[in-house]
């Protein structure tokens, strides 16, 4: 006795391999007491093959033969030719006829006006031609009775006769289409006919053909079916021939696998599940260097105080507050109101304040969120004027029309002493109380316009007709201009951006903040995800009516 065992990762295929095995070696075992019927079921096996071949040949041959001909069988199909040569004369002589007809009614119309047409009884198909003439025996028999007690001169009778003229104008038009369309039709029927004709012809021809073919078809066919017949009994006499080995138990696989330990790799995925999350969460934290979020800030900046954060908005999202407005962003741009007023009004002063709204590079939302922050302000009944304190790169005419940006603005005052500000304030059209100063043409010397008298003389000119003032000015790490009219500001709103604003840059805004160049800082964090907005809303907190889900609608739609 001999026990065979194998180690495989898939237990079905280990099974199959054994059984095969054994097979296979008693296999051969058998043929070597059966040789000779080994060669002679080769033999049989060898000729098969070539029968296959040839009389696949034949059949292949019967087929080409009856494709090419058209032919099922000649017999059926001579008499299907017969019985279509007949329909096909019998349409043949119907369409003569029509043909027939058609002439006949055209030389009869030829002839005089006065003569009424008939179609009854004259088997022709086509309603139009049939509506004309019947419509031209009405007009004649109009124009017929007129003419009784009217003379041909009359205007009826003019009319009645130039009406026949033009239905018989028509009639002639129907009938030589008619009698094309039959032209047509006879031909084809004649074209048909000559064909059927050519294959009848041929019958004889295919039929010996035919009788040939199916010949060779019938000797192949014999010879195939004598070694199938040897081939069976070489079969039965190979099968009577014991194994030489016996099978007690066939192969099989235990329900629990062998390798690997279930234990151990559980535990080394346990270990990569921790290890793997970790890692990633590390290297992102040494290779990320954008802000995320207000703790970003809190943790760099801890001597400036955070307004409040912007939520980053959808593509298709408008970035511009309406009135009315109940979204995420316009609630935003309220708690930032109401946390500048507390800063506002912590001041020692009670003349207009001055917001200057700036950021440390381009992109980061400093335009956005100073024109939400002063529509916001006005929205609540303030008198608010924005001023595009950003000469070199203006961008506040981008919210309304873009041909604004010629209009005159910051620029002409600075360089035009004779200009007043209420001659350059451009109202806003659907807020009532918001106006805006636009940064007009670009200067070539952006920092010494800024450094005039008339700076100082705009900021008093505009805090004496408006509530508040806002201004929107150029980026700090790049040009001096915002530092050079922080001196005119209450307070300096700082907007950084989520995702975008480097780590390192708030070491610069720190240092900043510490030389004295601005003054008053508070922080807006734009474009923030929502999982990461403000310290409650990532759990899933709101403040409006809620909103059924689509099963909820579903379940109260089907009354569940």
């Known amino acids: 006795m001999v026990n065979l065992s194998i180690t495989d990762v898939v237990g079905e295929r280990a099974e199959d391999v054994l059984n095969q095995l ?11 007491k059966n040789i000779v019927a080994l060669n002679t079921a080769k033999f049989i096996e060898e000729r098969l093959n070539d029968i296959t071949k040839d009389l696949d040949s034949v059949e292949t041959g019967i087929e080409s033969f009856k494709t090419n001909k058209g032919l099922t069988d ?39 006006i006065e003569k009424s047409v008939t179609t009854s009884g004259l088997g022709i198909n086509d309603p139009s031609l049939i509506g004309l003439i019947n419509n031209y025996n009405e007009v004649l028999t109009t124009y017929q009775r007129v003419g009784q007690t009217s003379t041909s001169e009359s205007p009826v009778m ?5 009406e026949l003229s ?46 040939s073919v199916e010949r060779n078809r019938e000797v192949v066919e014999a010879i195939y079916l004598l070694l199938r017949e040897k081939q069976e009994t070489t079969a039965i006499s190979l099968a009577v021939t014991a194994p030489k080995a016996k ?52 943790r760099n900046l801890p001597q400036v105080s955070i307004l409040g954060e912007v939520p980053k908005l959808e593509s298709d999202a408008k970035d511009r507050i309406i009135p009315n407005d109940r979204s995420v962003l316009a609630e935003s741009f309220r708690i930032i109101r109401t946390n ?48 595009g304190g950003d000469i070199r790169n203006p961008q506040l005419h981008r919210f309304f029309d873009a041909n604004l940006k010629r209009k005159k603005g910051v620029t002409e005052y600075l360089v035009n002493s004779d200009l007043k500000l209420k001659d350059l304030v451009v109202p806003v059209d659907d807020n009532s109380n918001l106006y805006m100063l636009l940064s007009g043409s670009i200067p070539p010397n952006p920092a010494e316009l800024w450094m005039q008298s008339r700076t100082k003389d705009m900021i008093e000119e505009a805090k004496g007709m408006y509530d508040l003032v806002i201004i929107d000015s150029a980026p700090t790490i790049v040009v001096t201009d915002t530092f050079l009219i922080n001196k005119f500001a209450d307070v300096t709103v700082y907007v950084t951006r989520a995702n975008h604003t480097d780590r390192g840059l708030l070491e610069f805004i720190s240092d900043t903040i510490k030389d004295g160049k601005l003054t ?21 907190y709101s403040y409006s009516a809620d909103k059924k889900t689509f099963m909820e609608r579903l379940k109260a739609k089907l009354n569940f």
């Open 74 to 112: 000649i017999g059926v199909e001579t008499s299907l030719d017969l019985q279509k040569v007949n329909e096909i004369e019998s349409e043949l002589l119907k369409v003569e006829t029509q043909l027939s007809i058609g002439r006949s009614l055209k030389e009869f119309m030829i002839t005089d």
């Open 520 to 540: 008053n800082v508070a922080a807006v964090i734009n474009s923030v995800k929502l999982t990461n907005f403000g310290y409650g809303n990532k759990y899933g």
């Open 22 to 32: 054994i097979e296979e070696y008693n296999k051969d075992a058998i043929n070597d």
């Open 247 to 298: 099978i007690v138990d066939s192969g099989y696989a235990p329900d629990t696998p062998v390798s690997p330990k279930p234990k151990i790799i559980l535990l080394a995925a346990l270990v990569l599940g921790v290890l793997i999350p970790l890692g990633l969460v590390y290297l992102k934290q040494i290779f990320y260097n954008k802000i995320e979020s207000r703790k970003d800030l809190e």
């Open 158 to 162: 003019v009319k009645l006769s130039t």
């Open 340 to 387: 500048l007023q507390y800063k506002l009004g912590a001041l020692n002063h009670d003349d207009t304040k001055v917001v200057l709204v700036t950021s440390t590079v381009k992109g980061e939302g400093k335009t956005t969120t100073a024109f939400n922050l002063a529509s916001t302000f006005a929205y609540s009944g303030k008198k608010v004027l924005l001023i």
């Open 166 to 211: 033009s239905l018989k104008r028509g009639i002639f038009n129907s009938l030589d289409a008619y009698i094309n369309g039959l032209k047509v039709e006879q031909n084809n029927l004649l074209r048909k006919s000559n064909q059927i004709n050519a294959n009848i012809s041929q019958v004889p021809n295919n039929e010996k053909t035919s009788r």
